[in-house]
């Protein structure tokens, strides 16, 4: 049994990267992993919240109309630094080629990240369908407004911002759809593309591919 029973289906089948439609067992096998990484952000920000409350954090603003440069100058640039902490997290977690000192990036791929890359021919759901221990660190990064002068509500916006970007570059469809071809390309070459395409790090570290549809069976 597949997933496709839309009657939007045939119409959206042009714009599909890969023109078959994963199996429910897929889907069914994502959801659960999702929902515990939507979990490990709620246990992050109730930690943060508590630290909030106790006056353990304390480098924050409480109105935004004192500091409305600050705040906004975090908002439009939360997807370059919240993109950053992604990249160095999901790196982590693959080969590091590494001889002098243990290849712990190859220990975290088998045993935490690879299921991640299950989600071969991803769809929404496969966005945050990640192993406890990967979603508890992707979702740290709403801790980063804590390490400078920001408003607590930053830590929401992280949030929203992190899971909702996952879930719709994991689409799976071009435009109309909101597919990430580059991040598919990961998924399915494995060491390449690791980052975001808006964010120079791949292109510095020698791991970007420009791989297009064309390069790929279907």
């Known amino acids: 049994m597949t997933t496709q029973n839309s009657s939007y289906s045939a119409t959206l089948r042009e714009a599909k990267f890969n023109k078959d439609y994963p199996a429910s067992k897929h889907i069914w096998r994502e959801i659960p992993y999702s929902v515990c990484t939507v979990l490990m952000g709620a246990f992050i920000e109730a930690i943060l919240m508590t630290l909030?409350?106790?006056?353990?954090?304390t480098n924050y603003f409480l109105d935004v109309?004192?500091?409305?440069?600050?705040?906004?100058?975090?908002?439009?640039?939360?997807?370059?630094?919240?993109?950053?902490?992604?990249?160095?997290?999901?790196?982590?977690?693959?080969?590091?080629?590494?001889?002098?000192?243990?290849?712990?990036?190859e220990f975290m791929y088998k045993h935490v990240h690879s299921l991640h890359h299950q989600s071969r021919n991803f769809q929404p759901w496969s966005g945050i369908s990640m192993h406890p221990v990967e979603g508890f660190l992707y979702e740290t990064a709403c801790m980063l407004p804590c390490l400078v002068f920001h408003h607590p509500v930053m830590i929401n916006l992280v949030?929203?911002?992190?899971?909702?970007?996952?879930?719709?570059?994991?689409?799976?469809?071009?435009?109309?759809?909101?597919?990430?071809?580059?991040?598919?390309?990961?998924?399915?070459?494995?060491?390449?593309?690791?980052g975001a395409p808006l964010l120079p790090f791949d292109y510095l570290f020698g791991s970007i591919d420009y791989s297009n549809e064309s390069d790929f069976s279907h």
């Open 65 to 105: 109309s004192d500091h409305p440069l600050a705040f906004f100058a975090m908002l439009v640039t939360l997807p370059m630094w919240r993109n950053s902490h992604f990249y160095v997290v999901h790196r982590f977690m693959h080969k590091w080629n590494t001889t002098w000192i243990p290849d712990v990036g």
């Open 52 to 57: 909030y409350a106790t006056g353990t954090i």
């Open 159 to 194: 949030k929203i911002e992190e899971n909702l970007a996952a879930v719709l570059g994991h689409d799976g469809h071009d435009f109309p759809g909101t597919g990430d071809w580059f991040h598919l390309v990961h998924h399915t070459k494995i060491n390449c593309n690791y």
